[in-house]
């Protein structure tokens, strides 16, 4: 597991601290100084990556969806935390609502 980038992710969209998911990039420079910039370049492309899962709307609602992005994710960055996939979801499911 790569505690570091799963940590980048919960920071960087407020996972468990904000009411919808955030692009922070200061709470990212507070929390991992010098690294954050590196860590922010992993995460867009994690985010990207999310952000490119694409269901099928007609076969599915938003629960499904999220369901099948979930396993996506876990599948695609399997280095990443429960948590951290978790905070990418919650990420997605905003977005697609």
């Known amino acids: ?28 420079t507070r929390r991992f100084g010098n690294r954050a910039d590196q860590l922010h370049e992993q995460i867009r492309a994690i985010l990207n990556e999310a952000e490119q899962f694409s269901p099928d709307w007609s076969k599915s609602n938003l629960a499904q969806a999220t369901r099948r992005a979930d396993a996506h994710m876990r599948k695609v960055c399997p280095e ?3 948590e951290a996939i978790r905070a990418i979801v919650w990420a997605w499911s905003y977005w697609n609502k």
């Not at 969209?13 to 200061?26: E, I, K, R, V």
């Open 1 to 28: 597991m790569n505690e570091e980038l799963s940590e980048a992710v919960r920071v960087y969209l407020g996972f468990g601290t904000a009411s919808w998911p955030q692009a922070d990039t200061n709470s990212l």
């Open 80 to 82: 990443l935390t429960d």
